[in-house]
């Protein structure tokens, strides 16, 4: 059970979780190996960041003999809306067209993506109507 009533995960502990939402449930072995490729990182702080995330509520473990088995705790999707909540009311003053006209200016958006985001306008529109 998470100590904080609102808790979000570091820029440190969303790597490790982004490891375990999309290869399932790994030692701290194999969480150290995927991030050292990325950057040099210390198997010892991987492995405090891990328990430090366990007693945060963000992970479970399951013991297999000596080895510890970590899985997500905290869903992909909600730990993804809890922090766009928050960095859409901190950057963007609580506004969604502020956040979509300044990614949909800064970044080059294709036609397929335009089209989605066309049908999603009009399936919200069509929602609250």
Do not use: C
């Not at 007693?55 to 992909?76: N, V, W």
């Not at 009311?89 to 502020?98: T, V």
């Amino acid at each position: 059970m998470p100590k904080d009533p609102n808790p979000q995960p570091t820029a440190s502990e969303l790597a490790i979780l982004a490891i375990l939402w999309e290869d399932g449930p790994q030692p701290v072995r194999v969480i150290h190996e995927r991030l050292s490729a990325e950057k040099e990182v210390v198997y010892t702080t991987i492995l405090k960041t891990m328990q430090v995330m366990l007693e945060r509520g963000f992970l479970d473990r399951e013991s297999q003999g000596r080895k510890h088995i970590y899985r997500a705790a905290i869903a992909r999707e909600t730990t993804q809306d809890s922090l766009l909540d928050t960095f859409v009311n901190r950057a963007f003053g609580g506004s969604a067209k502020k956040l979509a006209m300044r990614a949909l200016g800064n970044y080059k958006t294709s036609k397929e993506d335009l089209d989605e985001l066309k049908a999603l306008i009009e399936k919200i529109e069509k929602d609250q109507s």
